[in-house]
């Protein structure tokens, strides 16, 4: 029996919880990663299942993705789950997979983490530090992201598995001291003042996951992560959305490539890296003048400026 295909831009979250959703196993399933959008006539077969690498909105073509000026808000998981019947077993999976991947799930509060490194981006960050093939990432990631869905655990606290699950232990160790390292670069982190910006940005740069947690918790309403090969994200509290679209705008006229969930509260550089160093970043963001085209953008950089 020939194996089904799918294929994958990035591992992340919210495509790894599509594809556990949809119960894609190595066993059955041939993965093909892609470094851009996958090609127009596998984007159009319909025995092939794409997962965030274009055709967004194309759901009757096995497409799931949620990149794009006229994608849907709903994240790939989130199609997923409407596409096959909404599967009650699945929802608070798919709800706490929506609220890390958009950054804060829309009309509804964050909730109660008690622990980073136990809750399933937190595991799943612990994984992506032990293993570095991005192959491996996704099945070991789609495994993981099952054995929460039937634990019946909430995800945003797994601590009760860590007795049954060995590997979720092992995850959890891997994010814990990687966040303790990161902590200590709290000195590290740069002040930028932007006429760009409605607040002052918070920017670090460093190799380890979790620099946007960290921001957010030194209060920083909007936040610049920066790793190695010059990739970037740029993070925002709920309310500056609109904002962070205008945003979007202005960037990809300097550094054509950015993009990011439609109406999400994240944006990145394009995925191959950016033409920036971290240091020509910073200083295109405070030198900027604001003068972008988005309406949008001009309507909403004004929020907060009262605070400066």
Known sequence: MALKQVIVRKPDLDAIG??????????????????????????????ILCLECGGSGQVNLGNFDHHGAEAPAATAVEQMYDHLGSPS??????????WVDSGGLRGQA?????????????????L?????????RFWLGAALVRE????????????????????????????????????ARRD???????????????????????????????????????????????????????????????????DPGWGGPSGGAIIGSPFGGSKFTFEAFCRLLETADVQPNSKAFLSSSLLGRTVW
């Not at 606290?157 to 390292?181: C, F, I, M, T």
Request: glycine fraction near 8%.
């Open 18 to 47: 599509a594809a556990a959703l949809a119960g894609v196993t190595q066993a059955d399933w041939m993965l093909c990663l892609v470094g851009g959008e996958a090609p127009a006539d596998l984007l159009a077969d319909p025995a």
């Open 89 to 98: 077993a699945w929802r608070e999976i798919v709800d706490y997979i929506a």
């Open 110 to 126: 964050s909730p109660s983490i008690l622990a980073p490194e136990t809750t399933l981006s937190g595991l799943l960050s612990g």
């Open 128 to 136: 992506f530090l032990l293993e570095p093939d991005l192959a491996a």
């Open 148 to 183: 929460a869905q039937l634990s019946g655990l909430a995800p945003w606290n797994l601590q009760p598995g860590l007795d049954h699950y060995y590997r979720w232990r092992v995850y959890a160790e891997a994010k814990s001291v990687a966040r303790q390292s990161l902590v």
């Open 188 to 254: 590290q982190v740069r002040l930028i003042h932007s006429a760009l910006a409605p607040w002052p940005i918070l920017a670090l740069s460093c190799d380890l996951p979790g620099a946007h947690g960290l921001l957010r918790d030194m209060g920083g309403r909007v936040r610049l992560a920066h790793r190695p090969g010059d990739h970037f994200t740029i993070s925002v509290d709920d309310d500056l959305r609109p904002w962070l679209a205008g945003l979007l705008e202005f960037l990809n006229q300097h």
